[in-house]
């Protein structure tokens, strides 16, 4: 098909009566015809004494009849259709970069603020989705310990099948090799192709860079065929190299907060190693913790602050003479008053540590009683913290229920007993409440058994 219609051309720029008086100014007459030989145009006492070719971009638009005279008329007509063609040009790559324009943009919106690598990805498949033609997407990301690409995320009919790639293996495993975005508009008869690869027409394939390193692929396809365009792949490279740098930021972010959870049990850990009796109380107690929170539908920060807060309850405790901590007879007055002391020096402690400041209230307040009769404050009901009120029964639980060098840990029906007896004093009923309707119980108890305690 002609890249512009001369019809179209004569009507759209109104150039009739241009034409018009041309052709009386050069005191001749013209016959002019489409492609087709459909008429355009016809001059009194026209004949068609010569052919002129109205041509653009090497392709005959249509014709001009006439005397010598009426070449530039053919000239100018052909001058005409190139300037349209360019401008349409013009126009559908204005349209283009405003269409990237506007997915990077909404993209930047969207992902600069996130910090899940999932959560990234998810977001990254709903922007291809909207701007490009596709059924399916997939992103894969390296696993650096096995050196393969594993799916992260993906959607779609025809959704991918095989959940590893491996370098150099299959069309996406290529990508990954060369580095380098690619088209495949038939993919069964590409030669990479592996049974492994789920069946699609027509895909794209881009890798995710980050230093120029590829961490992982992007990888789209049509189950319908469809012929990806060089302007398609342009549009899925801005994407993939946006998603990319978001995806390699909350990377980063993560192992960030990995290396920060770990430095935080290792610190809770050194204080269990100075009473080896309490062995891996810590840990019990951010489960129970989270457990509780859990069922309680506690909002994702108060949760990240109630871990913290369990995880770091007795830090305080490095504070506390060994001869006091480690005492294994009954307590004097004035050692018991030491061993309050361990809720304020773990405020102390923390509270200079901007990413555990939130976790403070857990800590200082985790020996505060509902009626008010507990330390270090005498604060009563919901004036104690709710992760401190979570932790207060969390600690309780497990300190009953665990050995000691003095005395046997209670039995678990004890135990519950000891929790209910003191719901309403000691603990928030809420919270105690909370705890038995956690899935803690589940590991405690069979469902039907669970159910006698519940009533
Ligand atoms: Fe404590």
Redesign the pocket.
């Known amino acids: 098909m002609a890249p512009v219609s001369l019809s179209k051309l004569i009507k759209k720029r109104a150039l009739m009566p241009m034409l018009c008086r041309l052709v009386s100014d050069l005191e001749t007459s013209i016959i002019i015809e489409d492609v087709e030989g459909q008429l355009l145009m016809a001059t009194d006492g026209a004949e068609r004494l010569t052919q002129y070719s109205v041509t653009v971009a090497g392709e005959a638009i249509g014709r001009v009849y006439g005397s010598e005279k009426v070449a530039v008329i053919a000239t100018l007509l052909s001058g005409m259709a190139e300037s349209e063609v360019e401008k349409r040009a013009l126009v559908s790559e204005t349209l283009n970069k405003y269409k990237e324009i506007t997915l990077l943009y909404e993209m930047v919106e969207k992902v600069s603020s996130c910090l899940d690598t999932k959560e990234v990805a998810r977001l990254v498949i709903e922007e291809a989705e909207r701007v490009i033609r596709l059924t399916s997407v997939s992103v894969f990301l390296l696993n650096k310990d096995t050196d393969v690409l594993e799916l992260i995320a993906g959607c779609g009919q025809g959704q991918e099948v095989a959940t590893t790639v491996e370098r150099g293996v299959g069309i996406a495993g290529s990508v990954w090799a060369s580095g380098r975005a690619e088209i495949v508009n038939d993919v069964e008869n590409d030669p990479r192709f592996v049974s492994g690869e789920v069946k699609i027409s027509s895909m794209m394939c881009a890798p995710l860079k980050a230093k120029d390193a590829v961490v992982g692929i992007i990888k789209i396809g049509s189950e319908q065929s469809v012929v990806y365009t060089a302007e398609d792949l342009k549009l899925f490279t801005t994407l993939a190299s946006l998603a990319a740098v978001s995806i390699e930021n909350a990377s980063l972010y993560e192992q960030l907060k990995d290396a920060f959870y770990t430095t935080v049990y290792t610190l809770a850990e050194t204080i269990e190693k100075r009473d080896p009796y309490t062995g891996n109380h810590t840990k019990r107690v951010m489960e129970y913790s989270l457990a509780i929170g859990r069922t309680l539908g506690l909002p994702e920060e108060e949760m990240t602050r109630l871990q913290l807060g369990a995880v770091l ?2 830090i ?2 490095i504070g506390v003479r060994d001869n006091v901590l480690l005492k294994q007879s009954a307590l004097t007055d004035e050692e018991f008053e030491q061993i309050k002391m ?2 304020v020096y773990g405020e102390e402690i923390i509270s200079g540590i901007a990413q555990l400041k939130s976790a403070v209230p857990g800590v200082k307040q ?2 505060e009683k509902h009626n008010g009769r507990g330390y270090p404050l005498g604060l009563k009901g919901d004036e104690i913290d709710i992760t401190a009120r979570i932790i207060a029964v969390a ?1 309780s639980f497990d300190a009953m229920t665990s050995n000691r060098p003095y005395r046997n840990g209670l039995s678990l029906d004890d135990a519950f007993e000891e929790l209910r007896k003191f719901s309403g004093s000691q603990f928030d009923p809420e919270i105690v409440d909370a705890f038995f309707a956690s899935d803690v119980m589940d590991a405690f108890f069979t469902a039907n058994s669970r159910q006698k305690i519940l009533l």
């Open positions: 309850h007795d305080g405790k361990h809720a985790h020996h600690d």
